[in-house]
């Protein structure tokens, strides 16, 4: 059994930062990409970042120069370091990895932690 558990989610000012981590643990044969979405209230979810094995990225144009992906593939870890937080930053947040466990190669997603910027 795989799980995808994230941390670092919650309350900050605009203008503020956040580190957001996702850790993947059970039977991980290979993790190939590793990424964050969000969801906002009323919209469909979307991409944030992700980040290859080889340490290949890539952003939503919206929060590019702003937030910072990165991988620790010894930890089968995540990070997303969240800088200049806006209002429309706020959103649940989702990690995401695909990966190949029991010689299935298939998609997982964590549970989501909620990020709200408001003052």
């Known amino acids: 059994q795989v799980q995808l558990v994230e941390s670092g989610g919650g309350l900050v000012q605009p203008g503020g930062s956040l580190r957001l981590s996702c850790a993947a643990s059970?039977?991980?044969?290979?993790?190939?990409?590793m990424g964050w979405y969000r969801q906002a209230p009323g919209k469909q979810r979307e991409l944030v970042a992700t980040?290859?094995?080889?340490?290949?990225?890539n952003y939503a144009d919206s929060v590019k120069g702003r937030f910072t992906i990165s991988r620790v593939n010894a930890k089968n870890t995540v990070y997303l370091e969240m800088n200049s937080l806006t209002p429309e930053d706020t959103a649940v947040y989702y990690c995401?990895?695909?990966?190949?466990?029991?010689?299935?190669?298939?998609?997982?997603w964590g549970q989501g932690t909620q990020v709200t910027v408001s003052s």
């Open positions: 980040v290859t094995g080889g340490g290949d990225t």
């Open positions: 995401n990895a695909l990966l190949t466990s029991s010689y299935v190669r298939r998609t997982y």
């Open positions: 059970g039977s991980i044969l290979s993790i190939y990409v």
